[in-house]
């Protein structure tokens, strides 16, 4: 195993069992079948889409606005 895998998991020990389990999920679906294509769920589908079409509408976010919410809520 990597070092960085290693100090990831490490990390990982003293996170909340519920996040454990959501990470192990992860990475056990990572690893079962890395060429597998993802299928979005029917809710991801609707963030997708309403993501598009906020785009498509103009409403977006300028970067000057992003980075001054990432300057006040830390990055």
Same mark, same amino acid.
């Given at each position: *195993?990597?070092?960085? +895998?290693?100090?990831?998991?490490?990390?990982?020990?003293?996170?909340?069992? $519920?996040?454990?389990?959501?990470?192990?999920?992860?990475?056990?679906?990572?690893?079962? $079948?890395? $060429?597998?294509?993802?299928? +979005?769920?029917?809710?991801?589908?609707?963030?997708?889409?309403?993501?598009?079409?906020?785009? $498509?509408?103009?409403?977006?976010?300028?970067?000057?606005? *992003?980075?001054?919410?990432?300057?006040?809520?830390?990055?």
């Amino acid at each position: *195993m990597i070092k960085a +895998l290693e100090l990831a998991i490490e990390r990982v020990r003293k996170l909340p069992a $519920d996040r454990q389990e959501f990470l192990a999920s992860v990475l056990d679906e990572y690893a079962s $079948d890395s $060429d597998a294509v993802y299928s +979005l769920s029917a809710d991801e589908r609707a963030l997708v889409e309403a993501g598009l079409a906020d785009l $498509d509408a103009g409403r977006i976010v300028s970067d000057a606005a *992003m980075a001054a919410f990432w300057n006040r809520h830390g990055s």
